[in-house]
């Protein structure tokens, strides 16, 4: 099994339940631990980054694309791509707001994350997280 793991899905709210459950399990199979602060850290990243495609990526755009990559010190590279050339930023939200606190919560849990733009063809919101 590659480090690796790279998978489309379609651009629909079940698809994040699928991102989440794709990269625990590509996880553990790496040795991270199944109930680990840190895997749960990794999984509510994904979750968040799959979340902001879904409700913010183009109307058109029928999929988008995750990656998790487990590196050798035992951190872990997430990737989300979409279509969207738009970049994400973390907003001011009030105590009543249901809503965007999830590129708050991915600078809370993250090392690090940006944006690698991919030209026409969209962006790249990644982050890593700690081992």
Known sequence: MPRRDSFRLPRHP???????????EHLVAWGHKEGS????????VVSELATNVVRHGPLLEREFEVAVTALADGSCLVEVSDEDMTVPRIRD????????????L?????????????????KTVWALMGG
């Open 14 to 24: 079940a698809s994040v339940g699928l991102a989440r459950r794709r990269a625990r």
């Open 93 to 104: 939200v009030g105590d009543w707001e249901e809503t965007g606190r999830g590129l708050l």
């Open 37 to 44: 602060g840190d895997l749960a850290d990794v999984v509510l």
């Open 106 to 122: 991915v600078e809370h849990l993250a090392v690090a994350w940006g944006v690698w733009s991919r030209g026409r063809h969209g």
